[in-house]
Structure formats: structure tokens, C-alpha cells
T-cell receptor, first 113, second 115 residues
């Protein structure tokens, strides 16, 4: 089955800077990759989906890239704000025949004012 | 529109007892999923319903776990008897037909503590 790797160390950045989070996967290339945001005591909230034939997707201050050669997705938050502080989860299908998202452990982002 | 709701938000039980978790999906969502997060680990898939049918239950840890979705509306997840390793946060999620909106809407979870 698919293995998803996200940096377990928290990412600390200054307000206004761009935050970049990484999601690496092993094995096969998934049909899609998703990013979710999770706040303490809450469930994950869907942010963006990018498909295997897309290189980049944008939504307001968010940008996601998908490199199937490197087996990697990058998640960028530009002009970061303290309110962006949360854990960000990468999710993709667990196997070639599945469409159900399997989650990485997530990376904690802390934006300092 | 109401989101996915889960009840209870917290449950503390002793080893060997039974606990039943409930999930109400977003109205009109045929797909319902249960996930679990054990401390320090990633959120892991347990099972998937399409309406009242179990589509995929490959993530269910063992036969102490029983999920139902009678009538294709709300779902329950029963753990009987509970063991210490069952402690964690149980999340429910729902989605519309896959292929039109591949995103999950999650509830806030049930924090289960087995002592």
C-alpha cells in the first residue's frame, strides 16, 4: 500500500512569509492528491485537490504542486497569517484501485506575528 | 446547512465495556466513512458505507468493532468489548457521489479513552 511522508517537525515562520509544506509518497502515482487543514479538537477540513494530470492548483493564498516524477506535492501558503497556524494533512488513495483518501501524519505550521 | 455531527464528543470507559459512537452525515451524502487516529499516528481508514451498504471495511481492526448504517442515514460504530488500544479519536466523514466532488467533510470526532 501507499506510504505517505510528511515532515513531522513543526514549521515555524514569520507572518507575511510563504510557508511551504512537503508531501512525499512511495509506490504508484495516485490519481489525485488532497490537502486538508486540521485545528486542535476538530476534524480535517478539505482545502485543495490536484489531479495527476495537473501540475499546479491555486486557491486564494494557497498553491499546490504535484510532481509525479519526484512523487511529491508541495503546499504553499503565501502572505501567511497567525490564523494559518494549524496542522496540514496530505491525503491520496491508498492503492491503485481505491479512491478513498489515506492520510499522512501531517505537518504542524506555526505562524508567528 | 448542518455539517457532519458526531456524538458523544468524549467517552471514557473501562476495559471490557461497550461503547457506541454515532455519526450523522451531511443530508444527501450517500457516502459515509469512519476513520481513527491513535495518539502519535496518522488518521487511518476504518470503513466506507454507500447508503446502507458496506463498500469497504478493510480497515476495521477486528471483530470487536461493528459499524451499521440502517436506512442509509446516520451510522453507529460499536466497540465491544473495548480494549486499551482502542483509545483514540474516531472521525466520521461524508461525501457526495465520488466523481462529482472528491472531498470529505469531517465531523469533530469522538475522543475515546479506554482505562
Amino acid at each position: 500500500s501507499q506510504k505517505i511522508e510528511q515532515n513531522s517537525e513543526a514549521l515555524n515562520i514569520q507572518e507575511g512569509k510563504t510557508a511551504t509544506l512537503t508531501c512525499n509518497y512511495t509506490n504508484y502515482s495516485p490519481a489525485y492528491l488532497q490537502w486538508y487543514r486540521q485545528d486542535p479538537g476538530r476534524g480535517p477540513v478539505f482545502l485543495l485537490l490536484i489531479r495527476e494530470n495537473e501540475k499546479e492548483k491555486r486557491k486564494e493564498r494557497l498553491k499546490v504542486t504535484f510532481d509525479t516524477t519526484l512523487k511529491q506535492s508541495l503546499f504553499h501558503i503565501t502572505a501567511s497569517q497567525p490564523a494559518d497556524s494549524a496542522t496540514y494533512l496530505c491525503a491520496l488513495p491508498s492503492s491503485g484501485g481505491s479512491y478513498i483518501p489515506t492520510f499522512g501524519r501531517g505537518t504542524s505550521l506555526i505562524v508567528h506575528p | 446547512e448542518a455539517g457532519v455531527t458526531q456524538f458523544p464528543s468524549h467517552s471514557v470507559i473501562e476495559k471490557g465495556q461497550t461503547v457506541t459512537l454515532r455519526c450523522d452525515p451531511i443530508s444527501g451524502h450517500d457516502n459515509l466513512y469512519w476513520y481513527r487516529r491513535v495518539m502519535g499516528k496518522e488518521i487511518k481508514f476504518l470503513l466506507h458505507f454507500v447508503k446502507e451498504s458496506k463498500q469497504d471495511e478493510s480497515g476495521m481492526p477486528n471483530n470487536r468493532f461493528l459499524a451499521e448504517r440502517t436506512g442509509g442515514t446516520y451510522s453507529t460504530l460499536k466497540v465491544q468489548p473495548a480494549e486499551l488500544e482502542d483509545s483514540g479519536v474516531y472521525f466520521c466523514a461524508s461525501s457526495q457521489d465520488w466523481g462529482t466532488s472528491e472531498k470529505l467533510f469531517f465531523g469533530s470526532g469522538t475522543q475515546l479513552s479506554v482505562l
